[in-house]
Nanobody
Framework: QVQLVESGGGLVQSGGSLRLSCAASGRLFAVYVMAWYRQAPGKERELVAQITRDDTITYVDSVKGRFTISRDRAWNTLYLQMNRLNPEDTAVYYC????????????WGRGTQVTVSS
């Protein structure tokens, strides 16, 4: 199992930037993919960005060109640089990690609130 702790959320004006961090510990050697998800009030949790062991990166269309996901080599820390934020980005952002066999026992952080004011 992997333990995840997010930080870096807060209140920012539209057009501003935030950098989220996720500190990971535990069985990091087994991790294949880490990701950022978000959940806005009244909406389902959605994948924002993910990065795999071979550094394949995927973004949801709504954040392409504005958000950047990155990690350190040992999976100790996952980052999400968020630029040109808008009110639609307001949500709780969750860190996620998964190891093979994928989907059987993923790890989740408790989340960090991001609020973008107009």
């Amino acid at each position: 199992q992997v333990q995840l702790v997010e930080s870096g959320g807060g209140l920012v004006q539209s057009g501003g930037s935030l950098r989220l961090s996720c500190a990971a510990s535990g069985r990091l050697f087994a991790v294949y993919v880490m990701a950022w998800y978000r959940q806005a009030p009244g909406k389902e949790r959605e994948l924002v960005a993910q990065i795999t062991r071979d550094d394949t990166i995927t973004y949801v269309d709504s954040v392409k060109g504005r958000f950047t996901i990155s990690r350190d080599r040992a999976w100790n820390t996952l980052y999400l640089q968020m630029n040109r934020l808008n009110p639609e980005d307001t949500a709780v952002y969750y860190c996620h990690a998964d190891s093979p066999p994928l989907g059987t026992n993923p790890s989740w952080g408790r989340g960090t609130q991001v609020t973008v004011s107009s």
